[in-house]
T-cell receptor
Framework: DSGVTQTPKHLITATGQRVTLRCSPRSGDLSVYWYQQSLDQGLQFLIQYYNGEERAKGNILERFSAQQFPDLHSELNLSSLELGDSALYFC???????????????FGPGTRLTVL | AQSVAQPEDQVNVAEGNPLTVKCTYSVSGNPYLFWYVQYPNRGLQFLLKYITGDNLVKGSYGFEAEFNKSQTSFHLKKPSALVSDSALYFCAVRDKTDSNYQLIWGAGTKLIIKP
């Protein structure tokens, strides 16, 4: 158990809908990262937050957004869902913002999103 | 540009034999290197990392990896494979001089250990 929790574990929804995925980082970790893993695209970095502020953006669609709250939990919002958004969405956390280099990311169990 | 290559989509090894999962990288500066393992329907688990110092890094579950700067490689190894080692393995790199701080991930290698 990494100490990172994600809810829900599974989510089934229809095209055009909006969903929110939730992540609670390990105790004391300030950084949260969101990743998308699909069969044909591998692991794709979406976005990183550090202590409530956006730190880096990866291949995140404009339909997707995220935030990190004062208690450091994070939410990933996916809107106008398309069939191709079906994937595993992982959250990871680390102690720092990555500047120390050796900062290790610890992953949650993921949320499996199915868009029908 | 930074990149990571895992040249083998799949590696098949007989139980009890040594295993190697290959990773090569390209960064402009010096690298931080990581290995993660993903079991079916699970999140990624951290195995080991190289930051500096000894080129041979030991990690969880009996795995080790050797940093080779001249060959820009960080291959994952285990002396004797177990069926339970069957999983998806990811290599990742971060350039020490890159202010973006992001990990660059390989595509993953599926390791299958046959009894």
């Amino acid at each position: 158990d990494s100490g990172v929790t994600q809810t829900p574990k599974h989510l089934i929804t229809a095209t055009g809908q909006r969903v929110t995925l939730r992540c609670s980082p390990r105790s004391g970790d300030l950084s949260v990262y969101w990743y998308q893993q699909s069969l044909d695209q591998g692991l794709q970095f979406l976005i990183q937050y550090y202590n409530g502020e956006e730190r880096a953006k990866g291949n995140i669609l404009e339909r997707f957004s995220a935030q990190q709250f004062p208690d450091l939990h994070s939410e990933l919002n996916l809107s106008s869902l398309e069939l191709g958004d079906s994937a595993l969405y992982f959250c990871a956390s680390s102690a720092l913002q990555g500047a120390s280099g050796g900062d290790t990311q610890y992953f949650g169990p993921g949320t499996r999103l199915t868009v029908l | 540009a930074q990149s990571v290559a895992q040249p083998e989509d799949q590696v098949n090894v007989a139980e009890g034999n040594p295993l190697t999962v290959k990773c090569t990288y390209s960064v402009s500066g010096n690298p931080y290197l990581f290995w993660y393992v993903q079991y079916p329907n699970r999140g990624l688990q951290f195995l080991l990392k190289y930051i500096t110092g000894d080129n041979l890094v030991k990690g969880s579950y009996g795995f080790e990896a050797e940093f080779n700067k001249s060959q820009t490689s960080f291959h994952l190894k285990k002396p004797s494979a177990l069926v339970s080692d069957s999983a998806l393995y990811f290599c990742a790199v971060r350039d020490k001089t890159d202010s973006n701080y992001q990990l660059i991930w390989g595509a993953g290698t599926k390791l299958i250990i046959k009894p």
